[in-house]
């Protein structure tokens, strides 16, 4: 089993930054992508951004620009770094891997549990 818990999220106005952070934590043998999805009241979730285990990235195109996303593989950790951020990015963020795990033969999804980023003056 492993298990995601993401950090960083919380209020901010209108340009300001936001950094968050998830750390894949169990009996992991290896974390393949990493991504961060959001949902917004009314809304269905969706992929904000992606990286792969050799670093390779994408984003939607909402966020190109202002957000990065990057990943230590040694700490089986993901970073979301937003900037000039806007209204409409209110959401809750997921943070979300395959991993496999000890015991398994096949890579899982997991989710973490989400954190709230608010974007208002």
């Known amino acids: 089993q492993a298990q995601l818990v993401e950090s960083g999220g919380g209020l901010v106005q209108p340009g300001g930054s936001l950094r968050l952070s998830c750390a894949a934590s169990?009996?992991?043998?290896?974390?393949?992508?990493m991504n961060w999805y959001r949902q917004a009241p009314g809304k269905q979730r969706e992929l904000v951004a992606a990286?792969?285990?050799?670093?390779?990235?994408d984003y939607a195109d909402s966020v190109k620009g202002r957000f990065t996303i990057s990943r230590d593989n040694a700490k089986n950790t993901v970073t979301l770094q937003m900037n000039s951020l806007k209204p409409e990015d209110t959401a809750v963020y997921y943070c979300?891997?395959?991993?496999?795990?000890?015991?398994?033969?096949?890579?899982?999804?997991?989710w973490g549990q989400g954190t709230q980023v608010t974007v208002s003056s």
């Open positions: 979300n891997a395959d991993v496999l795990t000890y015991g398994s033969t096949k890579l899982r999804a997991y």
């Open positions: 990286v792969g285990r050799g670093g390779t990235t």
């Open positions: 169990g009996s992991i043998v290896v974390v393949n992508v």
